[in-house]
């Protein structure tokens, strides 16, 4: 078995949804992994990881609009203000969703279903730098 | 090390929860795993694992139930509709509970505590046949 | 390759975020694990585990507020009350946030971001002695 490693960089404009499976699969294919598991780690507190529908641009534009309902900006109870009024939505989003993911790699490929993929979900109003640790336990 | 992989099938016959510890636990017995990692991924965007309340039955009606009053249908606002009132709720569901788990094993069993099991969510009406992928790192 | 197992003990006293970060990296130290992956899991349907803001204890207050708004206490539609208000709102509090997690571990330290730390999430009112499981892959 062997232990790959990489940070991938994922350049963000604002809050949403940005798709990175093709750095991932790239990674991959530079390794020539066959089959073992990816291990993705965010580093940051105000952006996460997700997986889900990437082949209709009105699911990814729901789920967007879905966040900004559940944790609204501006709630009068909100003590955590010094860096803006995303700053306490963006943590608040961030543990609703995932901060780790674990996905098998089978035939030199992630094992997604058909219409899933693989997105940083930035809670940032502000453009930002996102890292991704990607980690790869390769079997054979 | 060892690796070891499984595809499980779970029959799925609308919303709600799908306890399937036991497939699990029978795929271990079968390897002899004694101690290691089970990975579990979903391979779908509308169905999700979580972990939770395994004794009592209305510990998991209150989950399916909240749900609904979490991530209504039918808000004026969803643009994802092709597929059905069901289908962007669906997503949204899955993004905040989990598509990856990974459970620690030992002396031969997943090392869940005393009132945990481990459940497809189904977030779809109709019936599906859904799979989980088992991964399991056989540490000796 | 080399696993290492251990089960930390986080004492709670009452709902909110308890940090133990130290305590991980306390086990790697004493591994002398330079390299690989750290996996937690908590055996508890009532507790949960994520990692946030560890800076400013504003986000921390903030974070806890969130979670009493988002999943109210005594709602007339919960039918799981039979050990307490604070019953069914932890077993949906725990499923929103994480139940297993996974970091990468890089020059003998877990690889979080600056503001990152790890935390149990109590969602139960009363004193409890929480078990993390701590399973370590070392990669050389």
Chains 1, 2, 3 share one sequence.
Not at 78 to 107: C, F, K, N, Q, W
Request: aromatic share 8%.
């Amino acid at each position: 078995m062997e232990w790959l490693k990489e940070t991938l960089e994922i350049t963000t404009d604002g809050k949403g949804l940005y798709p990175f499976t093709p750095q991932i699969q790239s990674s991959l294919h530079d390794w020539e992994v066959q089959a073992g598991m990816v291990h993705l780690f965010i580093p940051h507190t105000s952006a996460s990881l997700v997986i889900s529908e990437s082949y209709d641009p009105t699911a990814r534009q729901d789920l967007e609009a879905f966040l900004e309902h559940l944790v609204p900006e501006g709630q009068s109870w909100y003590r955590h203000t010094l860096e803006g009024r995303d700053d306490s939505p963006s943590h608040m989003r961030s543990i609703l969703t995932a901060t780790s993911l674990s996905i098998p790699v089978d035939e030199g490929k992630l094992s997604l279903g058909t219409w899933q993929g693989v997105y940083v979900f930035e809670h940032r109003a502000r453009p930002h730098r996102r890292n991704v640790l990607l980690r790869c336990l390769n079997v054979r």
